[in-house]
Structures are given as C-alpha cells and as structure tokens.
C-alpha cells in the first residue's frame, strides 16, 4: 500500500472484507440525498478550497426525526476517493463509515445508500474517518425529538473547525519532522510516578461558573495545541466576520454545539448570560448552570440560554484551550448595535480537566450489573517521532449480551478524547472515583488521568475505540472492540 493512500484511510490494521454496495433504502421511506462536494471559503481574506456535505437545498448536514429511518443516498460529487462516518448514531458495522472497515471507500461520482435506524433524538455529526476531515469535510446531524418540536426554544447549530492553508499531509508531515519541537519520548516509570501523586483531583474551586477547572499540574510540560491554525472557525467564519443569529428579546435559544476541530479543544463561553448544560455527545443530563462549558475533540454539548427581556448583543465564544485564539457566533436582537469581537482574548483560554465531567448524572444510566469483561489500556505517545499507541492495540474481543468495562489511563503529556464507534457507554469512573457519569461516546483523558468506562455489547462487528485527535489517530492511538465472530 503507497503511504499516501496509507495516510488517506487511516484504516490501521483493517482488512477491507466487504463493500457496502449492497446496501438497499426501502421503497417505502423517502431518501435524502447529501453531497459530498467541493467549495471555495475565504479565510482571513484569502480563498481556499475546501469540503462540503450538503443536502439538496445547499444546506450543511442534515437533520432527522428520532424514530424514523436513516433512508440517505450520498453522493460523491469530488475526484477524490472519502467516505463519511456517522459520529453519535449507532448504524450497523457495514454503514459505519471507516475505510476498510469493513466498508471500502466511496470511489469518485460513485453513490451509495444507507439505510439503518436513526435512533433516539441528540446533537450528532458526521466526517470523513480520514486526513480530509482536516479539510471541513464534516456537518452537524441533527436528529430531533417530538419533544424538541414542541419546545419554545429558538434551535442554533455551532459547528466548530480549526483551520490550515496547508494541506493535511503537510500538517502531518511537520508534527513528524525532526526537530518538530514536541519534547522527548514518554518515560513509562517516570509518568508512573508522577500520575501517583496528581491523578486524585487537580481541580481548582468551582463557583457558579461550574465548567471551568485549571489543573495545578506543572504547565510547562505539557501540550495543549500542536499545531498553530491560520483559522479558528465557528459555522465556517472567524469572528472578522462572524455569523449573526436574530433572536427575541426574552427569549430561549438551545445550542447545539459541535466540536468538529482535529486537534483543539476549546470552552464555550456564554458571556454575559447563563447557560444551561442539558446534554453531552446528544444524551441528555441533569442540567448544569454556568457560563463555560469544556468541549474536546468530537464531542458536543447542548446549552440553553434565557435571554434578557430587552436588546441586545450575546456572543457565544468558543476559547482556545491554553490560547488567547477564539472564534463564535452571535446572538443578537432585531435592534441590537453590533460591535466588533476580536478574534484575540486578552487572555488565554482555560485549560481543561475532568471536573465537569465528575459533576455530570445522566438521566438515562444504564442498568446496574457487574461486568462481564474488562481491560485495562494505556495511552502512551513519543512525541518527539510523533507517534501514539493504545497499549499494544490488540483488539478487545466481546461477546454480544456482554457488559464491557474499560479502563483507561493516559500516561501521556497531551490529552485524548477518546471515542467509541457503534455504541454509547457510561463513564463510571475517574481517577478511582466511582460515579454514575454521562452517557456519551466520547470522553477526554487529560494527561496523567485515568477513565473507567461501561457499555452494553449490542452491536456486532469490529468497532474502533480512537482518539478523536486526528492526527494522533493517524499515527497508531486506534484500537478495535471485536465482537466473537466479527471477522
């Protein structure tokens, strides 16, 4: 295999076994068709080309009625060979979306038909499982509940993206250059003994802003961003020209807000008004009040806001972690004065830890019973060769009907959201602290920390278990839970 179509698919260690041709929409469901296309998007003033998935009206993504069929005809309108992953809905393991896996990529002009039920209501997405979601080759996927129909709340979709002039490739080829700048290689007994004396807590206080936590770790020897971004994107525009959302005076708005960056994290900041934290990677949670909300890497999170009764303007930011960078949206009334919002904070963004995620209580836990399996993983990294490991990244093999248990310990210097395909799992602890957590499919280890994780085997095929880091996926963090007989 040539390295560049190696780096394309990201499909480390999977054997391609079957297409998805075969794949059928029912004659009884209307199909939605959405285009994988290519645009050209001003950036700072200059053009570049870049991704699009659209529907057929030109609109980003799609949304959907929870409890219907996920009836989509996608379209390849580029040169290009991709294919799209359906981050938060749990399809069968032929449409899930990775390369090879066992799906083989959707060839150029090519169309292909999915059709799987779309489950329950939450704030998803989706993007190419390969270096192109670099190139904004991503959209929200909204699916609506009955109840969120019903409901008096204004509905605004944030799509957040880090953004490069350059390409992919040369991204990836800079973080594995000598000399890259990135430290030395993780000592495993070092990173032993300095997660024995920092894993139990390292959160500051927190106050009504209930989000934010600074850990009281040395700084200077992490890694927060590794890469430097021409661009901070929110909807596609930086905050030079940011979108404005009309609003009434008075009135309640849900944000649905995606992280769609490869390699940011960021805070959503509320500003001058409070917000609500109703739910976490689409599923719904005991609400928080606060106005800084922690997202990492593939995960989104749904804050509801009651605006004051007279006019005005109400930035919604999203803060670069350890950065002064930020980019946003705006919330503003019909006679609202609208001013100018640097896209530089005077001062850096929070850097950020697992103190919200302890506070979180789904209402929606899963049935209390003890484990069936468990494994015990390591995130290590060198990150002077840039390169990043699950352990020894042997697949973790269950049994359908099995309840999974995952620990994982990050024993490296940077964080790492890490997701699950094909199901939704319970964080139930952190750091040797049980809890009945959120229900989600991404959770984040910030370095030095340690995540238990639960789900129900109910999905047969061999899902990767990754992380949501695109380029620490691209160089070996990705693992697979393979059910008895998957392949």
């Given at each position: 295999?040539?390295?560049?179509?190696?780096?394309?698919?990201?499909?480390?260690?999977?054997?391609?076994i079957s297409?998805?041709g075969?794949?059928?929409?029912?004659?009884?469901?209307?199909?939605?068709d959405?285009?994988?296309?290519?645009?050209v998007l001003?950036?700072?003033?200059?053009?570049?080309?870049?991704?699009?998935?659209?529907?057929?009206?030109?609109?980003?993504?799609?949304?959907l009625?929870?409890?219907?069929?996920?009836?989509?005809?996608?379209?390849?309108?580029?040169?290009?060979?991709?294919?799209?992953?359906?981050?938060?809905?749990?399809?069968?393991?032929?449409?899930?979306?990775?390369?090879?896996?066992?799906?083989?990529?959707?060839?150029?002009?090519e169309?292909?038909?999915?059709?799987?039920?779309v489950?329950?209501?939450?704030?998803?997405?989706?993007?190419?499982?390969?270096?192109?979601?670099?190139?904004?080759?991503?959209?929200?996927?909204?699916?609506?509940?009955?109840?969120?129909?019903?409901?008096?709340?204004?509905?605004?979709?944030v799509?957040l993206?880090?953004f490069s002039?350059?390409?992919?490739?040369?991204?990836?080829?800079?973080?594995?250059?000598?000399?890259?700048?990135?430290?030395m290689?993780m000592?495993?007994?070092d990173?032993?003994?300095?997660?024995?004396?920092?894993?139990?807590?390292?959160?500051?206080p927190?106050?009504?802003?209930?989000?934010?936590a600074?850990?009281?770790?040395?700084?200077?020897?992490?890694d927060?961003?590794?890469?430097?971004?021409d661009?901070?994107?929110?909807?596609d525009?930086?905050?030079?020209?940011?979108?404005?959302?009309?609003?009434?005076?008075?009135?309640?708005?849900r944000?649905?807000?995606?992280?769609?960056a490869?390699?940011?994290?960021?805070?959503?900041?509320?500003?001058?008004?409070?917000?609500?934290?109703?739910?976490?990677?689409?599923?719904n949670?005991v609400?928080?009040?606060?106005?800084r909300?922690?997202?990492?890497?593939?995960?989104?999170?749904?804050v509801?806001?009651?605006?004051?009764a007279?006019?005005?303007?109400?930035?919604?930011?999203?803060?670069?972690?350890?950065?002064?960078?930020?980019?946003?949206?705006?919330?503003?009334?019909?006679?609202?004065?609208l001013?100018?919002?640097?896209?530089?904070?005077?001062?850096?963004?929070?850097?950020?830890?697992?103190a919200?995620?302890?506070?979180?209580?789904?209402?929606?836990?899963?049935?209390?019973?003890?484990?069936?399996?468990?494994?015990?993983?390591?995130?290590?990294?060198?990150?002077?060769?840039?390169?990043w490991?699950?352990?020894?990244?042997?697949?973790?093999?269950?049994?359908k009907?099995?309840?999974?248990?995952?620990?994982?310990?990050?024993?490296?210097m940077?964080?790492?959201?890490?997701?699950?395909?094909?199901?939704?799992?319970?964080?139930?602890?952190?750091?040797?602290?049980?809890?009945?957590?959120?229900?989600?499919?991404?959770?984040?280890?910030?370095?030095?920390?340690?995540?238990?994780?639960?789900?129900d085997?109910?999905?047969q095929?061999?899902?990767?278990?990754?992380?949501?880091?695109l380029?620490?996926?691209?160089?070996?963090?990705?693992?697979?839970?393979?059910?008895?007989?998957?392949?």
């Open positions: 295999m040539h390295r560049r179509h190696f780096l394309k698919t990201l499909a480390i260690g999977a054997a391609a297409p998805l075969a794949a059928v929409a029912r004659a009884s469901a209307p199909v939605t959405l285009i994988i296309r290519k645009r001003e950036v700072n003033g200059k053009p570049a080309t870049v991704f699009g998935l659209t529907n057929r009206n030109g609109g980003a993504g799609l949304v009625d929870a409890e219907t069929q996920f009836n989509v005809r996608l379209l390849n309108e580029t040169a290009e060979e991709t294919l799209i992953h359906w981050h938060g809905l749990t399809p069968p393991w032929s449409m899930d979306g990775v390369p090879d896996n066992p799906a083989t990529l959707l060839n150029a002009k169309t292909r038909l999915y059709d799987f039920p489950g329950n209501g939450g704030t998803h997405w989706m993007h190419a499982h390969t270096l192109q979601e670099q190139s904004l080759l991503a959209a929200p996927l909204i699916v609506r509940t009955a109840g969120d129909r019903a409901t008096d709340a204004q509905e605004v979709v799509l993206h880090d002039f350059k390409s992919p490739e040369e991204l990836l080829a800079g973080l594995q250059s000598e000399g890259s700048g990135h430290g290689p000592d495993h007994g990173m032993s003994t300095i997660l024995t004396s920092q894993h139990a807590g390292h959160q500051m927190v106050g009504g802003d209930a989000a934010t600074m850990p009281t770790r040395d700084m200077q020897t992490m927060f961003n590794d890469i430097e971004y661009a901070y994107l929110a909807n525009r930086t905050l030079d020209d940011p979108e404005v959302v009309q609003v009434e005076k008075g009135g309640r708005v944000l649905r807000i995606i992280n769609g490869t390699a940011t994290a960021f805070t959503i900041d509320t500003g001058s008004v409070d917000g609500e934290l109703i739910a976490v990677d689409g599923i949670i609400p928080i009040v606060g106005r909300f922690p997202v990492f890497m593939g995960q989104r999170v749904d509801r806001v009651k605006l004051p007279g006019p005005g303007t109400f930035p919604i930011l999203a803060l670069r972690e350890g950065a002064q960078e930020r980019t946003g949206i705006v919330l503003a009334t019909a006679d609202a004065q001013g100018k919002i640097d896209a530089l904070g005077t001062e850096k963004g929070p850097v950020l830890d697992l919200l995620e302890k506070q979180f209580v789904s209402l929606t836990p899963l049935a209390v019973r003890p484990p069936d399996r468990h494994y015990a993983l390591m995130l290590t990294g060198d990150m002077a060769k840039y390169t490991q699950i352990g020894e990244s042997e697949p973790l093999n269950v049994a009907g099995q309840r999974v248990q995952i620990s994982m310990h990050n024993m490296s940077m964080a790492h959201p890490m997701h699950l395909h094909g199901h939704h799992f319970q964080v139930v602890e952190i750091n040797g602290e049980k809890l009945t957590g959120a229900v989600r499919d991404t959770v984040v280890l910030p370095p030095m920390t340690q995540v238990t994780i639960e789900f085997a109910k999905n095929g061999r899902w990767p278990l990754h992380c949501h880091h380029y620490h996926m691209a160089t070996g963090m990705m693992s697979f839970v393979t059910y008895d007989g998957a392949i």
